[in-house]
């Protein structure tokens, strides 16, 4: 059974910066495109960047050029960077595989304010 651990979420202001990252126990993530997901008060989980086993990335559009996927296979992690955040991107934001056949993990909020 995979276990999913996000971290690195905070309140954070306009235009500001955070690194999230899921850590991953019970399976070996270099196998599986992992993805990061968000889920805003009231709204559907939705995908926002791809990184497959191979390490090609993709990104949905209105977070486009803001953010970046990575992984560490040797710590069996996934990060994702993001920056220049906007009020609009607060919500909770998850890891899982690519077809969410991992059991979600807790999340870490990200809150953009001032």
């Known amino acids: 059974q995979v276990q999913l651990v996000e971290s690195g979420g905070g309140l954070v202001q306009p235009g500001g910066s955070l690194t999230l990252s899921c850590a991953a126990s019970g399976r070996f993530l270099r196998f599986y495109n992992m993805g990061w997901y968000r889920q805003a008060p009231g709204k559907q989980r939705e995908l926002v960047a791809i990184?497959?086993?191979?390490?090609?990335?993709n990104y949905v559009d209105s977070m486009k050029g803001r953010i970046t996927i990575s992984r560490d296979n040797s710590a069996n992690m996934v990060f994702l960077q993001l920056n220049s955040l906007k009020p609009e991107d607060t919500a909770v934001y998850y890891c899982?595989?690519?077809?969410?056949?991992?059991?979600w993990g807790q999340g870490t909020q990200v809150t953009v304010s001032s």
């Open positions: 899982n595989e690519e077809h969410t056949t991992f059991s």
């Open positions: 990184i497959t086993s191979s390490g090609s990335t």
